[in-house]
Nanobody
């Protein structure tokens, strides 16, 4: 059974940084691509960034420059480095993984983590 386990969320002041981690239960190479999403109560879950098995990254345009997605294959882990955080970045952040290529922008695969809360507040 595939499991994605997120960690690294918490409370941070505006302007601060956090690094989220998503560790897979098996080899990260089992997945064609992985992504980070975020969701606030009452709203849809929105894509933040994605990274393919080959290391190709994509970002939601409004977040590029502040957020960086990366992966450590040896640790079966994908990271989301978040800098210059703003109160509007407050959300539950979810890791997602997909097995197969689909054209165009990243669309969610079958596997989700449990989510990790990020709160940006003074």
């Amino acid at each position: 059974q595939v499991q994605l386990v997120e960690s690294g969320g918490g409370l941070v002041q505006p302007g601060g940084s956090l690094r989220l981690s998503c560790t897979t239960s098996g080899s990260i190479f089992n997945f064609y691509a992985m992504g980070w999403y975020r969701q606030v109560p009452g709203k849809q879950r929105d894509l933040v960034a994605s990274i393919t098995r080959g290391g190709i990254t994509k970002y939601t345009e409004s977040l590029e420059g502040r957020f960086t997605i990366s992966r450590d294959n040896a640790k079966n882990t994908v990271y989301l480095q978040m800098n210059s955080l703003k109160p509007e970045d407050t959300a539950v952040y979810y890791c997602n993984a997909k097995n197969h290529y689909t054209p165009g922008d990243y669309t969610p695969g079958d596997y989700w983590g449990q989510g990790t809360q990020v709160t940006v507040s003074s």
